[in-house]
């Protein structure tokens, strides 16, 4: 007897219910593997990054450690003056972070290839906004060396006369901040803008100026022409220029030989100017593939002869894109 037309609607109904119901059963386990997938990719990445987070750090504080020992034992030498032929003013080219390890037959070369590269540089080479504040007022003689710099520069004197007024009152323990408009005190030269000073000022600055934790004098065998003429009353730019010529072939000893390379007529304060440095910046790039992390520190050196020690007064890290870039 042949099936009626109800019981094959039936069966063909059946089987199209089931078959819905097996399609639905494969997509619903398909979106749980890919769910449980795309998990354990996303953990393995985070490792990854983390491990690379943890890795970078470690590599660049061991950078900043060397520097701190290579300044430790420029000052144990006891030579007396520091200057750019010394080996702590040496950059360290880009290089293959592998190529300081080569000797160690347990270190693998499977990864990502790291390149590091930096360089210490004289934070006494530049002429420091502390300097323009003593005892709560503001320094004659610092005020006009800024002056000069703000004039070779092309810069308004008046946003000096804010800078250095605002730095007075964000220093000033007896300014009550809730009747006046004192700033924060910076702690570092992007931070110059609380007091007033504009971006575009502040980017043509940079390369002359720091700000360190208390006043300190320049070092004539450091600075840039531009600085030296700032810091030292009544020397024009071609005598500045002329002092970086002669130190470049023979670095000044003592402050008595930069005094005499400077001419009659012309007098060294040992507070304003010097030719030993206290203060040190330190520059680590590493580069791993498409990153790169990049840190600056704020070194001190202290005593002298085997006493002398290198603390880490701070550290800033910034991670950007890979961009061709030359040697820090």
Same mark, same amino acid.
């Given at each position: 007897m042949k099936p009626s037309l109800g019981h094959r609607n039936r069966q063909r109904n059946n089987r199209g219910a089931a078959l819905l119901a097996a399609m =639905? *059963? +494969? *997509? =619903? +386990? !398909? *979106?749980l593997a890919a769910a449980a997938l795309w998990q354990q990719w996303r953990g +393995? !990445? %985070?490792e990854t990054a983390e491990r690379s987070r943890i890795e970078s750090a470690w590599i660049l504080t061991g950078a900043l450690d060397w520097s701190r020992l290579i300044l430790r034992e420029d000052g144990r030498s006891g030579s007396g003056s520091d200057h750019l032929a010394e080996p702590w003013a040496t950059p360290l080219a880009e290089a293959r972070l592998s190529s300081f390890l080569s000797s160690d037959q347990t270190v693998s070369d499977d990864g990502q290839e790291a390149f590091l590269s930096g360089r210490i540089s004289d934070a006494q080479a530049r002429l420091n906004v502390s300097n323009l504040v003593q005892?709560?007022? %503001?320094?004659? !003689?610092? =005020?006009a060396a800024f002056a000069k710099l703000f004039e070779l520069l092309g810069l308004p004197p008046d946003q000096l006369a804010t800078l250095a007024e605002n730095l007075r009152l964000a220093l000033d323990p007896g300014v009550n901040p809730s009747t006046t408009t004192a700033a924060l005190a910076p702690q570092r030269v992007e931070q110059l803008v609380w007091l007033g000073l504009p971006r575009a000022t502040l980017e043509i600055l940079k390369p002359y100026i720091t700000l360190l934790p208390e006043a300190t004098p320049v070092n004539l065998n450091t600075a840039s022409a531009e600085v030296i003429y700032a810091c030292v009353p009544k020397v024009d730019l071609s005598d500045a220029k002329r002092l970086v010529q002669q130190r470049e072939r023979s670095p000044f000893g003592n402050i008595t030989e930069a005094s005499k390379a400077i001419g009659a007529g012309f007098t060294l304060v040992p507070t304003q100017q010097d030719i030993k440095t206290s203060y040190f910046e330190v520059r680590g790039r590493l580069r791993l593939d498409q990153s790169v992390l990049e840190e600056l520190s704020l070194v001190q050196r202290i005593g002298s002869g085997s006493m002398t020690e290198v603390k880490t007064l701070w550290r800033e890290r910034r991670v950007s894109e890979n961009t061709p870039t030359a040697t820090p």
């Open positions: =639905l *059963t +494969v *997509t =619903l +386990v !398909a *979106t +393995v !990445a %985070i005892g709560q007022k %503001i320094d004659p !003689a610092a =005020l």
